[in-house]
């Protein structure tokens, strides 16, 4: 799997979009760091993996080559991602990726016209300095 960024796109913007591609490049999904915090060192994760190829482990793929981004890349000390508790993919990718459960926030969001839960999960890069 390739993660590309649009040309001139840079964390320093507050967001940094890697659009994912498969051996054949065929477009795969994007993964996201936003809310980026240079004071704290921080930043949220999200990921959309196109309807076709979930299932499929490149969820669990992208989630992994971003961490190693980050670690080459970034001056990051900490990366999180707020899953919705009826999302069970995501939940098992973030796991699976070593992010651990740090937080939840009752009723955060509304699907399907009700309210439900919110889980924070959360990785401490290993190469940043406190």
Known sequence: MILKAQQGDSLSSGKLTLYAFDSNDNPVGCVELYNYDPVNRRAAVGIV????????GYGTEMIQTLTQFCHENTSLHQIYADIAATNTPSLHIFQHAGYIHCATMRDWVIRSNRFIDTHRYQLILENSTS
């Open 49 to 56: 993996v196109s309807n076709e190829y979930r299932h499929q």
